[in-house]
């Protein structure tokens, strides 16, 4: 049996995870932390890395590390409860905020900003420009990396002052063609939280995300607030010196004459300076919030938990990633700064944040990934389906229409002619009892994450005389709140022919 033999009706409309073999899904390394802490214990040695890590299971940190300095110049050592800067990994708190109102009825993706902020002076923007291309990219806005960023940064306060910085660009691109990066498109998102919500950007993420999350270590940078327990970000960019390239893609440059200020020389031959020359007057829509790695871990649970936003929005933000049982992402970097941030289907969460320039966070996120990739399906799965299994034949025998218990809300059956969705149709298409006097599983391999499991496998209707109906089939399980794990979505195909001999022995 194949996966495309299943999948070949076109009946299937659900992203459905990546299939492993069995084996490789159940190797489970001896000490995951063990080997987290030797991969990040060689980057520290090699001043490759400073900064946080961490590693929950089930909500539950099993692997929190500190290295390097929060501060250099005075001295103050990394902690676990260290405040960094996450750079674009604020983008993610604008995508939930964008969701929100659309959850409220308050915008549609599909609005223009021209909907919202009527004076903008891009026409091309107003007209064209959709809620949905900014949070993907493809608007053709550019970035406030510019020139008069670099000469006006430290007056830069507020939505309106990123705004000014490039809203008189032309595009890129024709909205909709193409992607790009867009840091600008993120302001603009901002912006529309803003006019929709009639707070500040600040004051929503804070209101409406950070608050229900419990994430209270979670606040902009301000040049003017002096930040308790917060990390300098340390670069070996050059900082001074004209920009070059497109300027609405511009990076990172500084006027002419700059002085970088005290240095230190990382092992690697480069030159650590402080990036706090580069810093806006304040962080934006589109990145530099302070965190740490427990804020985003509640973040995580906050998320897949519902807090936030509603079933079919979280999986708008967790994206087609998650939803195939990899990891959802976000992460940023740029000058002295480097996060990574990843939630599993089956609730491993992964942060990385550092104060170095960008691999620094993400080699050792990479490396971790790789860990959890092998280790997505604990070897309790099997025993758990084989348990799953033996309960729904049970109920088989002593009256088939039982077996819908063993199915979610929204479960589905799909296959020879059968399309059953929804508690309702299970329960009646167990209930036809199928002719059968009883009703064999064989498990054949199991995969996928904790709360998501899926199973191939044999299934084989015992009908009067003996005779069988055999059927290969891949099941996609779900676990509910009470722990118990339940078919979600239940593909079948005839097996190969074969005789169809007497009953099998139990």
Known sequence: ???????????????????????????????????????????????????????????????????????????????????????????????????????????????????????????????????????????????????????????????????????????????????AYSNGGYVLLGAIIERVSGKSYQEYVQDRIFRPAGMTETVPYDSRVSRTNAAVGYTTQTLDGP????????????????KPPVARRARSGGIRRPNTSLQAG??????????????????????????????????????????????????????????EFSIYPSRDVLVVFSNYDPPAATAIAQYVRSLLASNSAPASIRTEVDSLHSAMMAAFKRSPPGVAQFYTDDARIIGMGTHRSGRAEVQQYWSQGLGATDWLLEVVEVGGARDAPWVLGRSVVVGNGGRRMITDYLAILARGTDGRLRYRIDLFTPSEPRPMGPRPPP
């Open 1 to 179: 049996m194949t996966r495309a033999t299943l999948l070949c009706s076109g009946l299937l409309l659900v992203t459905l995870p990546a299939l492993h073999p069995a084996g490789k899904s159940d190797q489970r390394p001896v000490d995951l932390a063990a080997s987290i802490d030797s991969f990040v214990q060689r980057r520290v040695v090699a001043d490759s890395f400073s900064g946080v890590v961490m590693v929950a299971r089930n909500r539950v940190p099993i692997y929190q590390r500190a290295a390097g300095f929060a501060d250099r110049e005075g001295s103050a050592a990394m902690t676990t409860n260290t405040r960094l800067q996450v750079a674009s990994t604020t983008k993610l708190f604008t995508q939930i905020a964008v969701r929100q109102l659309e959850q409220a009825g308050k915008l549609s993706l599909t609005d223009t900003v021209g909907k919202f902020l009527p004076d903008y002076p891009n026409s091309v923007v107003r007209r064209k420009v959709t809620v949905e291309q900014l949070l993907r990219h493809r608007s053709g806005v550019g970035s406030f990396w510019n020139e008069k960023f670099m000469a006006t940064r430290a007056n830069v306060r507020s939505v309106q002052d990123y705004l000014e910085l490039f809203q008189n660009d032309s595009l890129l691109f024709e909205p909709g063609t193409s992607e």
């Open 282 to 339: 304040v962080s934006s829509p589109a990145g530099d919030h302070y965190s740490t790695v427990g804020d985003f871990l509640k973040l995580a649970n906050a998320l897949v938990s519902h807090r936030l936003l509603d079933s079919t929005r979280t999986a708008a933000v967790l994206g087609a990633r998650y939803a195939a049982g990899s990891d959802f992402r976000a992460n940023g970097g740029g000058p002295g700064v480097n996060a």
């Open 243 to 258: 920009m070059t390239g497109d300027r609405r893609l511009a990076g990172v440059g500084a006027r002419p004459g700059y």
